[in-house]
């Protein structure tokens, strides 16, 4: 059964320094998505991409992230300077087009970040 | 008021036991409402997904939506050890991409 991967699945950073998520979504979706877990807090959505660019953002996700499909299979979150507050597990997720059944954001096992 | 309230528990029944979760909402403009079971480090993994007031049923699993006490639950039938999992309430407006999820409910189910 196709599934999102996440890579990679553990990553430590110093406050400061740029992380570069990465995942590979399913391979005929067409929208992608990312979300973050802090630590016993809900799941809470940062953006949707669709045709190579934002769809929707929250009011999470502000300058210091981006995102980027490189290539035909990638999907990256990219976090400038980390702040110790971005210390979450992060879920990428895609689905394949909009309406009905067919609405579903299949998730991946998340990267978690640890930012000391 | 938060958005999307959800009970964190943890509920501890026993097998074979009917388990009710509810989250309840705040947002009139959620259409789409969704339950979802995560697994100790793993991700969200989709259970149910319904549009509108009502109930749907698919095997063990009904989720009854209703939109005007903006109420949701999710029953689970015949109770089984690998129901175990966090459970995970999550709603959209009609036209909006991200999910709005509650904060989970641990269920254990005892053997």
């Known amino acids: 059964e196709p599934e999102v991967t996440q890579t990679p699945s553990h990553q430590v950073t110093q406050m400061g320094q740029e992380v570069i998520l990465r995942c590979v979504p399913i391979s005929n979706h067409l929208y992608f998505y990312w979300y973050r877990q802090i630590l016993g807090q809900k799941v809470e959505f940062l953006v949707s991409?669709?045709?190579?660019?934002?769809?929707?953002k929250s009011e999470i996700f502000d300058d210091q992230f981006s995102v980027e499909r490189p290539d035909g299979s990638n999907f990256t979150l990219k976090i400038r300077s980390t702040k110790l507050e971005d210390s979450a597990m992060y879920f990428c997720?895609?689905?394949?087009?909009?309406?009905?059944?067919?609405?579903?954001?299949?998730f991946g096992p998340g990267t978690r970040l640890t930012v000391l | 008021q938060k958005e999307v309230e959800q009970d964190p528990g943890p509920l501890s029944v026993p097998e074979g036991a009917i388990v009710s979760l509810n989250c309840t909402y705040s947002?009139?403009?959620?259409?789409?409402f969704m339950w979802y079971r995560q697994y100790s480090r793993k991700g969200p993994e989709l259970l149910m997904y319904t549009y509108s007031s009502g109930n749907k049923e698919d095997g063990r699993f009904t989720a009854q939506v209703d939109k005007s006490s903006k109420y949701i639950s999710l029953f689970i039938r015949d109770s089984q050890p690998s129901d175990s999992a966090t459970y995970l309430c999550a709603m959209k407006p009609g036209g909006a991409d991200g999910l709005t999820f509650g904060k989970g409910t641990h269920l254990i189910i005892q053997p």
């Open positions: 997720a895609s689905r394949s087009r909009s309406g009905g059944a067919t609405d579903t954001q299949y």
């Open positions: 947002n009139s403009a959620f259409q789409y």
């Open positions: 991409f669709y045709n190579n660019e934002i769809s929707e």
